[in-house]
């Protein structure tokens, strides 16, 4: 799409890698955001788009923030005084959050390398990851003196639980693609080479199902971390009135009661 994205198209999935090799998929541009942004909300309106793969290109996912930035104070972070900075990350970083927040589309982090500060929280967005062998993980904010500003803390929260999420970030310690996967961080550890291609595999079991029910189960899914369940039986109640009557509803019912494979429309 931009410069700090590209997107390859294979048939219902799309593959987005960040492309900043050079600065380890660092985020530290407003364009950068306005990139992540951008290409999300075109995917999420493609209804030919049923899932979404989140990778980097080089020997990282992604750095996190620009600390050269930083220590100018250009980018997307610390401005010339508190209150440009406050509307600095609420206009930046944080937006590329919401809109990762906010797809429906169903979204895999492959994490190809370094994962660190902002790129941890990011792959955290994801509903699904996983890590090449290589990958290192940090939640690393204290070791430069700052908070997480993304939303991680709520993120990391809600993947790992209070206790652990508090020490990773209060130590900020590194940790491999392994520790992530005993934390519970990644469900699978996958040879370098082979990390697309498991990730793509994913993505293919994702994407032979329909389409709108997909897009609704990611919804009750995400709307259901932060609600009663009562909440959520009125909201599933709502959206099974909708799937009911989609032709897509009929043609899986058809299919398997008459043994055969569905064919789905998206209608």
């Known amino acids: 799409m931009g410069e700090f ?4 198209r294979r048939g219902k999935i799309a593959i987005l890698t960040m492309i900043k090799p050079e600065s380890m998929n660092a985020i530290g541009t407003h364009d950068d955001c306005q990139d992540i942004i951008d290409t999300l909300r075109s995917l999420g309106d493609d209804r030919g ?21 930083m ?58 990851r996983i890590a090449a062998e290589s990958a290192k993980f940090a939640c690393s904010f204290i070791k430069v003196g700052i908070v997480p500003g993304d939303g991680g803390a709520w993120l990391l929260q809600k993947v ?3 206790p652990r ?8 310690d590194r ?5 992530a996967k005993e934390y519970g961080l990644v469900t699978d550890v996958v040879p370098d080479a082979e990390l697309l291609d498991r990730a793509v595999a994913i993505a293919e079991r994702i994407v032979c199902n329909p389409p709108r029910a997909l897009r609704l189960t990611k919804r009750l ?6 609600s009663r369940m009562s909440d959520i039986l009125e909201l599933s109640a709502a959206y099974q009135a909708i799937v009911h009557e989609t ?3 009929r043609e899986a019912i058809n299919a398997f009661v008459e043994k055969r494979p569905p064919v789905f429309t998206g209608e």
């Open 5 to 8: 994205l590209s997107v390859e």
């Open 49 to 69: 788009v049923s899932a979404i793969i989140l990778t980097g290109s080089g020997k990282a996912f992604s750095a996190g923030g620009n600390l050269k930035g």
């Open 71 to 128: 220590q100018d104070r250009t980018g997307i972070g610390v401005l010339d005084q508190p209150d440009s900075t406050r509307a600095n990350y609420r206009k930046g970083v944080q937006a590329v959050i919401r809109a990762l927040m906010d797809c429906e589309v169903p979204m895999i982090a492959a994490v190809n390398g370094h994962a660190i500060g902002l790129g941890c929280d990011l792959a955290c967005t994801c509903d699904i």
């Open 160 to 162: 790992l639980g209070y």
């Open 165 to 172: 999420a508090a020490e990773l970030f209060l130590t900020g």
């Open 175 to 179: 940790f491999d693609a392994q520790q």
């Open 221 to 226: 899914l995400r709307e259901a971390q932060h």
């Open 247 to 249: 032709a897509d509803n």
